[in-house]
């Protein structure tokens, strides 16, 4: 597998539940991003990881956005107690190189989150 | 929020003509990059230029950038149906973590 993969694809839980969202970014990457999207608009940043260290959680919108990368490979994007408003497309992506311009992020296909 | 605005933000064009789709930022930058997302998928990254060039090809696609103007414009050549998708530049911050701040995007339908 030469790109990002997340899972699942399609998430539906009820208000107020809890979901888990899982990034495995691209081999030997050092950089790993989480975006969320909302429907017609760009990605917002939410977190970034350098190796299994969070240096910028700025984006998270709330203390029930928990994100963690605890071996400084897969990433985990977990969402406590699930409100409407989180409803959307969350995004990881990942790049070669830490804190270095010029670099593209390679980003996954996203898991679609609704929120009953 | 929300650094870049693309403009227009949908575009309708015929199979075989040109797009061209413009986007603005707001702060210095050290690169601009454009990326391209299909519908229901993540998003893929088309061309980076740097802060210190004016125009970059790829294939199909030429981009221009003017940082006294803080705008950049996409252009495809020559469009097919595969190209339908939505567009989207993105800037990175200078510092840090080098997140990319993307703009609400250009939806682009090319019609066969």
């Known amino acids: 597998g030469a790109g990002v993969s997340q899972s699942p694809r399609y998430k539906v839980a009820k208000r107020g539940q809890d979901v888990a969202l899982r990034c495995d970014p691209i081999?030997?990457?050092?950089?790993l991003f989480w975006y969320q999207q909302a429907l017609g608009q760009g990605p917002e940043f939410l977190t970034y990881?350098?190796?299994?260290?969070?240096?910028?959680k700025s984006g998270l919108p709330s203390d029930r956005f928990f994100a963690e990368r605890p071996e400084g490979s897969v990433s985990t994007l977990k969402i406590q107690r699930t409100q409407q408003e989180d409803s959307a497309v969350y995004l990881c992506?990942?790049?070669?190189?830490?804190?270095?311009?010029?670099?593209?992020?390679?980003f996954g296909d996203g898991t679609r989150l609704s929120i009953l | 929020s929300q650094q870049g605005e693309e403009d227009p933000q949908a575009l309708s064009i015929q199979e075989g003509e040109n797009a061209t789709m413009n986007c603005s930022y707001k702060?210095?930058?050290?690169?601009l990059q454009w990326y391209r997302q299909n519908s229901g998928r993540g998003l893929v990254h088309l061309i980076l230029?740097?802060?210190?060039?004016r125009e970059k090809h790829s294939g199909r696609l030429r981009v221009t950038l003017d940082t006294s103007k803080k705008s950049s414009s996409l252009l495809i050549t020559a469009s097919r149906a595969a190209d339908t998708a939505s567009y989207f530049c993105?800037?990175?911050?200078?510092?840090?973590?080098?997140?990319?701040?993307f703009g609400q995007g250009t939806r682009l339908t090319i019609n066969p």
């Open positions: 992506a990942s790049s070669l190189i830490r804190t270095t311009p010029n670099q593209p992020q390679h």
């Open positions: 081999s030997g990457h050092v950089s």
């Open positions: 990881f350098q190796n299994e260290a969070q240096l910028d």
């Open positions: 702060t210095s930058i050290n690169n």
């Open positions: 230029i740097r802060s210190n060039e």
């Open positions: 993105a800037t990175p911050i200078i510092q840090g973590a080098q997140k990319l701040v």
